[in-house]
């Protein structure tokens, strides 16, 4: 439950007088509890399970890719972990925050995952110096737990709107969504954010797979015409 005080110069005044009169300390407290901040992990490397193609065989060899900063929709550039009500109510779970804004979060999720698929020469995030071949750019759609359906445990919906282009020329090559979502095993906090976690995971192996596959097509379609 959260909590506003109001009147901050009366009690800044009685603070003061408490601290002349009877030399008195410590005597305001809180017994709020102290806000938790959780953090998400990245997925791991594809196995290479049965008939799934390796994800470096994907992407074009020696690529390079630039994840620029992640775009947000209204209400979910916050560090604050966001749920959706009923009736288009938009809330958010008292003494919980992510380590980032959801756009700072995802976009170090998607560097790591990208990186890690061992499909591309290197991946980069937006502050880094060095050109690439390819620049990706993400907005972030739905990144909350979804509550409106009733019930009790909130599903978890992430949702990545994703531009991929080629540096050179500005020329976009493909748009696509990534998507996933995850049922909470109960309406516990830990348990939500395994369920954001899970989403996420499925999310980003979806942009990761979709992007090799993009780069792909075009570097066959860049080889044809030479």
């Known amino acids: 439950m959260k909590f506003t005080l109001a009147g901050g110069h009366a009690l800044r005044a009685a603070a003061l ?13 809180s017994n709020a509890q102290p806000e938790q901040t959780y953090y998400l992990r990245a997925p791991l490397a594809a196995s290479g399970a049965a008939g799934a193609t390796p994800v470096a065989a994907v992407t074009a060899a020696g690529a390079s890719l630039r994840v620029a900063t992640p775009l947000a929709s209204p209400g979910l550039d916050s560090s604050r972990i966001m749920l959706l009500q009923a009736d288009h109510r938009m809330n958010f779970y008292a003494g919980s925050r992510w380590p980032g804004t959801a756009p700072e979060v995802i976009g170090a999720l998607t560097v790591e995952t990208l990186r890690a698929s061992g499909a591309w020469n290197w991946v980069q995030d937006s502050a880094s110096a060095f050109p690439a071949d390819y620049l990706l750019q993400i907005s972030v759609r739905h990144f909350e737990a979804d509550y409106s359906a009733g019930g009790g445990a909130p599903q978890v919906q992430v949702v990545l709107d994703c531009t991929l282009g080629r540096r050179e020329g500005r020329e976009v090559i493909a748009s696509f969504v990534a998507q996933g979502a995850a049922t909470a095993a109960a309406d516990r906090m830990s348990e939500v954010v395994a369920a954001f976690e899970q ?5 980003l192996q979806s942009l990761s797979q979709q992007a090799g596959e993009a780069v792909r097509t075009h570097a066959r379609a860049v080889t044809s015409e030479r």
């Open 17 to 29: 007088v408490c601290v002349l009169l009877a030399g008195c300390t410590g005597l305001l407290h």
């Open 199 to 203: 989403a996420t995971h499925a999310a």
